[in-house]
């Protein structure tokens, strides 16, 4: 069981990235997938979750509502998501998680399996 998140980096607020998270030994197309942040000196929070159900049902934290995306690809095990309009508070290490169910939820401790993280940096 394997999470692989990547595509951090350091953008210019109001650029763009895309993370990408690729799941393995995982049966993905009956995996509700999350993005969690991290930012130095806080505590883990959620970002974006969107389930296997219901074409994909999503759910954002209030702050990147309309910035963020997120997507998935049951093909390729793989979900992204999809950061516009950067802010300096974006700032983090982005985690990947799954969890099995189709509800989501935006609570780390209900997620079974995480990535590595990766660094994303936006600079003022």
């Known amino acids: 069981v394997q999470l692989q998140a990547f595509g951090g980096g350091l953008v210019q607020s109001g650029g763009s990235l895309r993370l990408s998270c690729v799941a393995s030994g995982l049966a993905f197309g009956r995996l509700t997938m999350g993005w969690f942040r991290q930012a130095p000196g806080k505590e883990r929070d959620f970002v974006a979750a969107?389930?296997?159900?219901?074409?994909?049902?999503?759910y954002y934290e209030d702050s990147v509502k309309g910035r963020f995306t997120i997507s998935r690809d049951n093909a390729k095990n793989t979900v992204y998501l999809q950061m516009n309009s950067l802010k300096p508070e974006d700032t983090a290490v982005y985690y990947c998680?799954?969890?099995?169910?189709?509800?989501?939820?935006?609570?780390?401790?209900?997620?079974?399996?995480w990535g590595q993280g990766t660094q994303v940096t936006v600079s003022s």
């Open positions: 969107i389930s296997w159900s219901g074409g994909g049902n999503t």
């Open positions: 998680a799954a969890k099995y169910g189709m509800v989501i939820v935006p609570a780390g401790v209900q997620y079974d399996y």
